[in-house]
């Protein structure tokens, strides 16, 4: 089995929420690899770092400000890709969570009640997990139809697949994203474009946090996880790295779990 199969060389890639945690992991891999990079985010100032992260590697990349939420802003996104990269092959909506984890103590930690979610706040949750990767996909499904072939990376969540008390819309929309990659992976297979999803487990990342919650919370969350690690930006990474390869090439309409082996108690 030739190492190439896993060389992302000659590849240009799209990341949303490229410019921090996961999404900044999975573009730093990518680059890596051997592809071009383009990061979306909004923050302006962390999408130009990774940027440069990613030149100073020896590839192309291009930080381009983005609200997944904006159908307007992912086709001006998909545009400038072109224009700079020449070719978008890979795309991975990664941007997304926007939960809060604010709990000190275990019996906190799941005690925000759905009867508390305001109507505005399931729409906004909806919007950048949900809406934002269809008109990602869409928009990324279009170009890459034109061109022959490709592949999109959806990002779900170990809450898809389980009761998750007090994430009653992060989850419902997370479930509806793995729903979203099976059908599109069924639809977009006479085009030869491959789409798979990345359930992530309990990764630390400035969003969660989880490796500084204080010991009691933190130790109780860390002996559920079967090997007793926090995951890493990292492990998001190398498994998109092998979804967006040749050495996954027979594979699409997955969901795959990376959680430690958190999922196996769900
Ligand atoms: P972070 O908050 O660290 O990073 C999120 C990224 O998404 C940021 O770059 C943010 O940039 C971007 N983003 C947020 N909203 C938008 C928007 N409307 N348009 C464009 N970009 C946006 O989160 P994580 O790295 O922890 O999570 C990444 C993904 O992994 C999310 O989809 C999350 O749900 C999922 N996940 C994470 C887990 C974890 O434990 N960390 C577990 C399971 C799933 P900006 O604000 O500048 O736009």
């Excluded at 275990?106 to 109507?119: D, G, K, M, S, Y």
């Excluded at 998109?240 to 040749?246: I, N, P």
Aim: net charge negative.
């Amino acid at each position: 089995m030739p190492s190439s199969m896993f060389s992302l060389e000659g590849k240009a890639a799209a990341i949303t929420g490229g410019g921090r945690g996961i999404g900044r992991g999975i573009a730093l891999a990518f680059a890596d690899a051997g592809a071009d990079v383009a990061v979306l985010a909004r923050t302006q100032a962390e999408i130009e770092a990774v940027a440069a992260e990613i030149k100073a590697k020896g590839r192309k990349a291009v930080a381009i400000s983005t609200d997944v939420t904006q159908s307007h802003d992912i086709a001006k996104a998909v545009k400038r890709a072109m224009e700079e990269l020449g070719r978008i092959d890979i795309w991975v909506n990664n941007a997304g969570g926007e939960v809060g984890f604010v709990a000190s103590t275990l019996e906190q930690a799941f005690a925000v009640p759905t009867l508390q979610i305001e109507e505005a706040e399931w729409d906004r949750i909806f919007a950048v997990n949900l809406k934002g990767c269809f008109l990602c996909c869409q928009a990324a499904g279009r170009a890459m139809i034109e061109r022959g072939g490709g592949v999109i990376i959806n990002t779900g969540s170990l809450a898809a697949l389980t009761n998750a008390p007090g994430y009653a819309h992060y989850s419902a929309a997370k479930a509806g994203v793995m729903s979203l990659t099976l059908t599109l992976a069924a639809e977009w297979a006479p085009h030869d474009i491959r789409v798979n999803c990345i359930l992530p487990g309990l990764i630390a990342t400035p969003a969660t946090s989880w490796d500084k919650l204080p010991p009691p919370l933190g130790q109780a969350m860390l002996g559920g996880i079967p090997l007793k690690r926090w995951g890493l930006p990292q492990d998001i990474a190398i498994t998109a790295v092998f979804l967006a390869s040749e050495a996954s090439s027979y594979i699409t309409g997955s969901c795959l779990e990376v959680t430690g082996g958190l999922a196996m108690h769900v």
